[in-house]
């Protein structure tokens, strides 16, 4: 049972930025004041993949300003110095290799894996790295999970009877393909339990989803046995999040596994919608941000009534919801640091959530992309886009980063 509960605010400025020194505070203040605008943002994202491309001399330039904001370095040992600094402030360090999809063909896939295990293998000598994250499409043909998807939708009944049957219907070569995929999927998972380390699997879009859930649910089914090695990522903007997170709970319980559920917004929203429209169906996503909010409040609160069954990562930069998660335990008389409850936020934002959090006893981390510079561009992009609103994300970060300016008398 937990003492009288801690008061945790989001506001405190010194703790959240105890970490940068005055000149990394003064440039994480031009960043973010640059990705106000959004014309440069919108001119910045569209040209700076293509000079990359082509050897455009502006690589120092991104690495001294949005990569080393967004991401922990280009190897595992530029990562590791960012990963024990945080590790200072008892902040943990959930690792993933920026690549985004594998290379074409067997062999690449195949080299996508073993970079998952190398990962792993890395995560397991460092303290504070009990987490790494993996995409399924990094070692699986989008094609063929695809199919597979759509095959599933024409099928009656549960997620694991569509699967099944959906299965029955490759051909002998796709069939070999996809028994390659789950070999993958399992050697990655091994790795991860015979290490000690946990692994997100990655949400993907609608119409990839199913094949992911079901190979991630035989991956918890075998793994997650007395300890959680393995959890699924949960976009709470779907409409039919909500009621999947229940449905993979009582799947949880009748499967006698431990339930790992990392819980998200989204990340797909506009490419979705544009999707449906094309395709003249209805859209996957909520009819608005009140919804997503609502849905992934109650999916915090369902996690936190089962917390025997549920592994959760409130992995979310919405100031609510954190709070509210912290609410829940501390009424409950649970523990802010159970080995059931994690938080966590992307490096480089939110800064404020996660470093009080931690202050406060709770378990958090920090999302920490590494990479090949030009690799990570597709995710320092969306990094620039989702920031670029004033009034949204950057606004709050800029307003936090100036307090503590002023607090510092800069």
Known sequence: MSTTPKSVSFENTANAFEYKSNKELKKAEFL????????????????TPWMIRSGFPVRSIIRETIFNQFVGGETLDETADVARKLGEYRVQVILDYGVEGGEDGEEGFDHACKEFIRVIDYAATQANIPLMSIKVTGFARFG??????AAMAGIEG???????????LLTPEETAEWQSVSRRMQQICRAAADRKIGVLVDAEETWIQDPVD????????QFNRGRTVVYNTIQLYRRDRLAFLKDSFEAAEQRDFILGAKLVRGAYMEKERRRALEKGVASPIQPDKESTDK?????????IAHLDRVSMIVASHNEYSNLLAVRLLQEKGVALNHPHVHFSQLYGMSDNI????????????KYL??????????????????????????????????????????
């Open 158 to 168: 549960s997620l694991m009877k569509r699967y099944a049957r959906a299965l029955e």
């Open 295 to 303: 849905d992934y409040n109650a999916g915090v609160e369902f996690c």
């Open 144 to 149: 063929l999970l695809e199919k597979l998807d």
């Open 214 to 221: 079901a190979l991630t649910i035989l991956m918890m089914e």
């Open 354 to 365: 996660t470093f009080n959090l931690a202050k406060a006893g709770c378990a958090v981390s």
């Open 369 to 410: 992309p590494f990479g090949p510079l030009k690799d990570v561009i597709p995710y320092l992009m969306r990094r620039a886009q989702e920031n670029s609103s004033v009034s949204g994300q950057t606004g709050r970060e800029l307003g936090l980063i100036r307090k503590e300016l002023r607090r510092r008398g800069l």
């Open 32 to 47: 973010f004041r640059s990705m106000g605008f959004s014309a440069l943002v919108k001119i910045g994202t569209r040209v």
